[in-house]
């Protein structure tokens, strides 16, 4: 299995590159990409045209094959650099830890093609913490040839099983800089 750092979003609302914020002492893309190592035998960061913000760090990029086209283009570049099952984990969930990780991998033995979370109250899949198997790369490019970019749309077409998940509240992500103050807060709050 291979781990993916998904970081290709514009941030736009956030105003400075999500993956560039500090958690723990280094950057999110970091601490993303050391979460999945030990865990996954390869880990890439998965990027947009233009990561200004990983110019400099050294590691595995995989690059999405179209720009601005959202995480499905990044799905599809990741199963077609890799031919893998891949971990994905998003760059503004920080808090996220090997312990969420470990319960989804428990949980992907029970699904089929994908296992990620769905959350009842907002009746959405949560596509960007998951697992993808490989045979899942045919009918994403089905669906990108046939016009479709999203993955909620997709994953619900599809059918994907809506698994629970027991760490609910820390499906959080940060889109703007009051909220990323706010998981920062409550992180800080949790640590005393």
Same mark, same amino acid.
């Given at each position: 299995?291979? =781990?993916?750092?998904? $970081?290709? *979003?514009?941030? /736009?609302?956030?105003?400075?590159?999500?993956?560039? @914020?500090?958690?723990?002492?280094?950057?999110?893309?970091?601490?993303?990409?050391?979460?999945?190592?030990?865990?996954?035998?390869?880990?890439?960061?998965?990027?947009?045209?233009?990561?200004?913000?990983?110019?400099?760090?050294?590691?595995?990029?995989?690059?999405?094959?179209?720009? =601005?086209?959202?995480? $499905?283009? *990044?799905?599809? /570049?990741?199963?077609?650099?890799?031919?893998?099952? @891949?971990l994905v984990l998003p760059v503004d969930m920080p808090l996220l830890g090997k312990e969420e990780i470990k319960v989804l991998l428990e949980i992907h033995?029970?699904?089929?093609?994908?296992?990620?979370?769905?959350?009842?109250?907002?009746?959405?899949?949560?596509?960007?913490?998951?697992?993808?198997?490989?045979?899942?790369?045919?009918?994403?490019?089905?669906?990108?040839?046939?016009?479709g970019r999203s993955l909620q749309a997709f994953m619900k077409q599809r059918k994907i099983e809506k698994l629970t998940f027991p760490y609910q509240h820390?499906?959080?992500?940060?889109?703007?800089?009051?909220?990323?103050?706010?998981?920062?807060?409550?992180?800080?709050?949790?640590?005393?």
């Amino acid at each position: 299995m291979t =781990g993916i750092v998904m $970081m290709g *979003g514009m941030s /736009s609302r956030m105003g400075t590159e999500k993956a560039s @914020l500090l958690w723990q002492g280094q950057p999110m893309y970091r601490h993303c990409y050391q979460l999945l190592l030990g865990i996954c035998k390869d880990v890439f960061l998965s990027a947009g045209q233009h990561p200004s913000v990983i110019a400099d760090s050294n590691l595995p990029v995989i690059y999405d094959f179209a720009a =601005g086209e959202g995480p $499905m283009t *990044g799905l599809i /570049s990741c199963f077609r650099q890799t031919r893998d099952a @891949l971990l994905v984990l998003p760059v503004d969930m920080p808090l996220l830890g090997k312990e969420e990780i470990k319960v989804l991998l428990e949980i992907h033995a029970l699904a089929r093609g994908c296992t990620a979370y769905y959350n009842a109250q907002a009746s959405v899949y949560e596509p960007l913490f998951s697992i993808w198997e490989p045979h899942m790369l045919a009918l994403l490019e089905e669906e990108y040839a046939a016009g479709g970019r999203s993955l909620q749309a997709f994953m619900k077409q599809r059918k994907i099983e809506k698994l629970t998940f027991p760490y609910q509240h820390k499906l959080v992500s940060a889109n703007t800089p009051s909220e990323w103050q706010a998981l920062v807060a409550q992180a800080h709050t949790q640590a005393k």
